[in-house]
Nanobody, 124 residues
Framework: QLQLVESGGGLVQPGGSLRVSCAAS????????IGWFRQAPGKEREGVSC????????WYRDSVKGRFTISRDDAKNTVYLQMNSLKPEDTGVYSC?????????????????WGQGTQVTVSS
């Protein structure tokens, strides 16, 4: 069964850090570009970052540039999102998704596999 499982979410104070992970089972991530998306209460899901399968090129939404870093460890079949200098507006359910494409896509419709998500709450 093809599955993505996120972990590492939690409650953190503003300015703190978290690393969320996206582990794949049932398939190898080598040939998939991976995106991280988030959804805050009452808001639409938005793209946060993605990493390509071909050359590990990356994309970040403007509001997280310089604070978030996406990386992949194909040996562990896992993608990470390191989040530093967290702000209350980063709060949301963070989900990863896999697209069988060589390039990094921002379009949610390009992603065929989705995880259930992990809650990230930034609050004092």
């Amino acid at each position: 069964q093809l599955q993505l499982v996120e972990s590492g979410g939690g409650l953190v104070q503003p300015g703190g850090s978290l690393r969320v992970s996206c582990a794949a089972s049932g398939f190898t991530l080598d040939y998939y570009s991976i995106g991280w998306f988030r959804q805050a209460p009452g808001k639409e899901r938005e793209g946060v970052s993605c990493i390509s399968s071909s050359d590990d090129s990356t994309w970040y939404r403007d509001s997280v540039k310089g604070r978030f870093t996406i990386s992949r460890d194909d040996a562990k079949n896992t993608v990470y999102l390191q989040m530093n200098s967290l702000k209350p507006e980063d709060t949301g359910v963070y989900s990863c998704a896999a697209a069988r494409r060589s390039y990094c896509s921002r379009r949610q419709g390009d992603y065929g596999y989705w995880g259930q998500g992990t809650q990230v709450t930034v609050s004092s």
